[in-house]
């Protein structure tokens, strides 16, 4: 199963027995002033917020702890909220390091949850997913620097390049119910002190709202065990075909070339032509690549299929 990334909620959990645990180490309550008060929510103008009535919305008062990669989150209320990459913290239990540059299996999701149940007492079949990350590391045709410079847009929003302490640089196309992302993990763990012998692209799809997981039956920890793998596979390979690429092995007359390896030119186009144009542009550069190069991101394409291939149904 190629996720990483969760974030669910429950009250299924006895929270008592959660704070008490000995594998985990809470802080004090987050969301209160020094003197225990709770804390109002604010804008991103930093404005207290009000509710329909007029009154004062305080932040939720929670306590927190760390294991193994995950963030758990014990509410006043009684909800218990975990995030976190569930593919680093099964890499951490098995005692190969904190990271997610390697396969991550159906069973190896199967087997976090378990543990999940085992240590904290949660009932998979009771815990919401709120967010879930699907992806999948893979060797490309050529090299992984190469297919993320060049691939401009997703759908018709230009890539942006990002950075982060725990994933490094990566590039990002943010929708409105899930964001899109690029990265180079053999740089990022290589820089780490890990060694890693072949390039390792990862296309990533995090969800943010879960209409679209939810119509697929993906609404609980539980589900995750028994997912749809041709959705999954469908799913990441759908969205790889709506990135707009560029492949440099072309080699053909065309002088609208000169415009075609410019990101800028198609956000230009985007921005300020008909929608026809940026189709009919689009279509060109389609043909001149298919007839007039080593077609990377088909090549790229298989290597996804095979890869997700592998750990989808050969890891059940």
């Not at 760390?66 to 909220?81: A, N, T």
């Not at 609404?219 to 596979?233: A, G, H, M, P, R």
Request: aromatic share 12%.
């Amino acid at each position: 199963m190629p996720c990483d990334y969760i974030k669910f909620e429950t009250y299924s959990v006895n929270s008592d027995a959660l704070l008490d645990n000995d594998l985990l180490q809470f802080s004090n309550s987050m969301n209160v002033s020094d003197n225990g008060e709770p804390m109002s929510a604010r804008n991103q103008q930093g404005a207290i917020l009000l509710n329909s009535k007029g009154e004062i919305i305080y932040k939720s008062i929670y306590k927190k702890a760390h294991y193994e990669g995950l963030q758990i989150r014990v509410y006043e209320s009684g909800k218990v909220q975990v995030q976190g990459s569930i593919h680093k913290y099964f890499n951490s239990i098995a005692g190969n390091g904190e990271h997610n540059f390697n396969d991550f299996t159906l069973n190896d999701v199967k087997n976090v949850i378990s543990d999940l149940e085992y240590k904290f007492g949660f009932v998979s079949s009771y815990c919401a997913m709120r967010c879930l990350e699907l992806g999948v590391n893979f060797l490309p045709p050529i090299l992984t620097k190469i297919i993320i410079d060049n691939s401009f847009l997703h759908i018709k929003s230009p890539f942006e390049r990002k950075f982060n302490s725990d994933e490094g640089n990566y590039t990002q196309v943010k929708h409105s119910q899930y964001i899109i992302k690029l990265y180079d993990k053999r740089l990022h763990y290589v820089k780490q002190g890990y060694f890693i012998d072949e390039e390792r692209l990862r296309l990533e799809v995090k969800f943010m709202k879960m209409e679209k997981l939810i119509s697929a039956s993906i609404c609980t920890l539980e589900d995750l065990k028994s997912v749809n793998i041709d959705f999954v596979k469908e799913l990441l390979l759908k969205e790889f075909d709506r990135i707009l690429f560029y492949d440099t092995t072309i080699v053909h007359p065309s002088t609208s070339l000169k415009n075609y390896n410019n990101p800028n030119y198609w956000t230009e186009l985007i921005t300020t032509k008909h929608p026809n144009t940026f189709v009919k542009h689009k279509n060109k550069l389609n043909e001149i690549t298919e007839g007039y190069s080593d077609n990377i991101k088909e090549k790229t394409r298989s290597a996804i299929s095979d890869k997700l291939d592998k750990i989808l149904v050969g890891g059940v």
